[in-house]
């Protein structure tokens, strides 16, 4: 299957399936549908607007100027891709670094079974903007005190739900 027609049907899915949730949330009471509504018209129009670029070649050789442009250069654009690059390394090979996404999504995974939400989201924020992003000391606990903040904040604090609580805590007795 050549690039441009995976392409096409690519968009061809994405159509019919937010296509599929527009027509589920026209049932939904008026404050319900608010947010997908939103969400699924603009999206819409884009997913057509692009196939009508995969279908019209010439009108795809028009538009193809703003494929891959950067509109907001900014401080923030650099640092991201500083992280990005620092994260993956280029002469790491691409299994190399699947291998490590992958590693650091199950050490998520392991934490929060063992140590529970309110300590493994804010410990793994730590540990992710510490090691990979090698950002300071200072940054990378102001970010995991944010996360813990949100989380007891949010769940505990505002929508009383108790969130898992973790099995080593149960081993060691408390």
């Known amino acids: 299957?050549?690039?441009?027609?995976?392409?096409?049907?690519?968009?061809?899915?994405?159509?019919?399936?937010?296509?599929?949730?527009f027509f589920l949330t026209i049932d939904l009471g008026r404050v319900a549908a608010?947010?997908?509504?939103?969400?699924v018209i603009p999206t819409l129009a884009l997913l057509l607007f692009q196939l009508i670029l995969d279908f019209v070649p010439g009108l795809s050789k028009k538009f193809s100027r703003f494929e891959k442009v950067h509109f907001v250069q900014s401080e923030q654009h650099e640092k991201e891709a500083r992280v990005v690059s620092s994260v993956f390394k280029p002469e790491e090979s691409l299994v190399a670094?699947?291998?490590?996404?992958?590693?650091?999504v199950l050490?998520?995974?392991?934490?929060?079974?063992?140590?529970?939400?309110?300590?493994?989201?804010?410990?793994?924020t730590f540990l992710y903007i510490k090691r990979c992003a090698e950002e300071g000391w200072l940054f990378s606990f102001g970010m995991a005190a944010g996360m813990w903040a949100l989380i007891e904040g949010g769940f505990d604090l505002m929508l009383?739900?108790?969130?898992?609580?973790?099995?080593?805590?149960?081993?060691?007795?408390?």
């Open 1 to 21: 299957m050549n690039n441009s027609l995976a392409k096409t049907g690519f968009t061809l899915s994405l159509l019919l399936f937010v296509t599929a949730l």
């Open 34 to 39: 608010l947010v997908p509504i939103k969400v």
């Open 97 to 104: 670094r699947e291998r490590r996404a992958f590693l650091w």
């Open 107 to 124: 050490s998520l995974f392991l934490f929060i079974y063992l140590l529970g939400v309110m300590v493994a989201v804010p410990l793994y």
């Open 160 to 174: 009383r739900i108790r969130l898992y609580e973790g099995v080593l805590w149960t081993w060691m007795g408390f």
